[in-house]
T-cell receptor, first 115, second 114 residues
Framework: EAQVTQNPRYLITVTGKKLTVTCSQNMNHEYMSWYRQDPGLGLRQIYYSMNVEVTDKGDVPEGYKVSRKEKRNFPLILESPSPNQTSLYFCASSPTPRVQGEKLFFGSGTQLSVL | KQEVTQIPAALSVPEGENLVLNCSFTDSAIYNLQWFRQDPGKGLTSLLL?????REQTSGRLNASLDKSSGRSTLYIAASQPGDSATYLC?????????????FGAGTILRVKS
């Protein structure tokens, strides 16, 4: 089944403890991105990747890192999480970034709480 | 900068009622507009996608319209059911934005009472 898989689904951590949220897609998509969703603000893009080893900042990149060493994986790294990073996180992918407006496929989300 | 607004923020209706959710966007230069459904603790389900050249799309009891020149879209739900209770998100693909980004509204929380 074609899908975007995020892990974990739920995560509770403490301020300053490094964590990684994984995202994997099995559709051979070139484009992947991360969003966060906060009440009253909708989803906002954190980072995106046009292909392996090509990443760029979205609208709210502060406090986050990403890497794209393999086509299928796009982990989101919080080196020193803070309470304001408590949010619902979504990973998304699409076949090729050269086609603008292409439909995005979303993962099921990761609810992160930073105490 | 593209901004998307959804009105109302929350809506409660009795079962069987027809209803309209509204979405507005500030820049008419878009590739397409998409409506999503989000259930608590779950991901996003794409309901309808309207290309910028289209005026509407229909799927079952759902009908979405797009008026690009005025920056508006509506999602019409006919004969609402309790199972329609969810958060509905509107999102646009801005024209010429690098990176295939979607810009989302904050959503409308719908509750259909039985």
């Amino acid at each position: 089944e074609a899908q975007v898989t995020q892990n974990p689904r739920y995560l509770i951590t403490v301020t300053g403890k490094k964590l990684t949220v994984t995202c994997s897609q099995n559709m051979n998509h070139e484009y992947m991105s991360w969003y966060r969703q906060d009440p009253g603000l909708g989803l906002r893009q954190i980072y995106y990747s046009m292909n392996v080893e090509v990443t760029d900042k979205g609208d709210v990149p502060e406090g986050y890192k990403v890497s794209r060493k393999e086509k299928r994986n796009f982990p989101l790294i919080l080196e020193s999480p803070s309470p304001n990073q408590t949010s619902l996180y979504f990973c998304a992918s699409s076949p090729t970034p050269r086609v603008q407006g292409e439909k995005l496929f979303f993962g099921s989300g990761t609810q992160l709480s930073v105490l | 900068k593209q901004e998307v607004t959804q009105i109302p923020a929350a809506l409660s209706v009795p079962e069987g009622e027809n209803l309209v959710l509204n979405c507005s966007f500030t820049d008419s230069a878009i590739y397409n507009l998409q409506w999503f459904r989000q259930d608590p603790g779950k991901g996003l389900t794409s309901l309808l996608l309207i290309q910028s050249s289209q005026r509407e799309q229909t799927s079952g009891r759902l009908n979405a319209s797009l008026d690009k020149s005025s920056g508006r879209s509506t999602l019409y739900i006919a004969a609402s059911q309790p199972g329609d209770s969810a958060t509905y998100l509107c999102a646009v693909h801005p024209w010429m934005e690098y990176g295939n980004k979607l810009v989302f509204g904050a959503g409308t929380i719908l509750r259909v009472k039985s």
